[in-house]
């Protein structure tokens, strides 16, 4: 599994979520990540912010679907505006966590042409303990179940993620379990 970047601030750590539309995927990711990273007591050292690679919905709330699911597993889904992504920010986040392939190549297109840029983006799953690497699936044309799917990746890694923004930001490598050689 990936390694955290170490953070460009000793002690603080800044994350944008990233997906195409900001009203589905990245939106539920913020809620489901701020909410560990709360309960973690990490909330005054990570900054999270969610954005989208296209700007069709600047302003909007969630989608009904993905606030209705984060709801029903008692998440505050309210207060969410979509935000597009803006490439000046590559040059003070710590980790730009793409939703899927075509957000990562979008993102590493806007990353580029500044060296140090690219090695701050990454796709969210790379953090999935359960299955490192995947896509969350983008779930906009399909039913209710595409939802509850990206709740179920988005849980998984967002508790993953949270255990190593703890060690990186207490001072440690951030390495996966097992990792080292004994
Ligand atoms: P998201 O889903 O990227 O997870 O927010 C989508 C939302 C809107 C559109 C596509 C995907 N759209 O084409 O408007």
Do not use: K
Request: net charge negative; hydrophobic share 40%; glycine share 8%.
């Amino acid at each position: 599994m990936a390694d955290l970047p170490p953070p460009r601030t000793p002690g603080e750590y800044r994350i944008a979520l990233v997906c195409l539309g900001n009203i589905c995927r990245s939106p539920m990711a913020h809620v489901v990540l701020a909410e560990r990273v709360a309960e973690a007591g990490l909330a005054d050292r990570v900054t999270l912010t969610s954005s989208g690679t296209g700007g069709w919905h600047v302003g909007n709330p969630m989608d009904d679907r993905a606030a209705a699911t984060l709801t029903h597993a008692g998440y505050d889904a309210s207060r969410h505006r979509a935000r597009r992504f803006e490439p000046a920010w590559l040059d003070e986040l710590d980790l730009a966590l793409a939703m899927d392939r075509q957000n990562l190549a979008d993102l590493a297109d806007l990353a580029d042409p500044v060296s140090g840029r690219r090695e701050r983006v990454r796709l969210f799953r790379d953090f999935d303990p359960q299955e490192p690497g995947g896509e969350v699936p983008d779930p906009y044309y399909g039913g209710s179940d595409g939802f509850e799917e990206v709740l179920t990746m988005v849980e998984r890694t967002a508790a993953s993620l949270v255990d190593r923004l703890a060690l990186v930001l207490a001072g440690h490598r951030a390495d996966p379990p097992g990792s080292r050689s004994r």
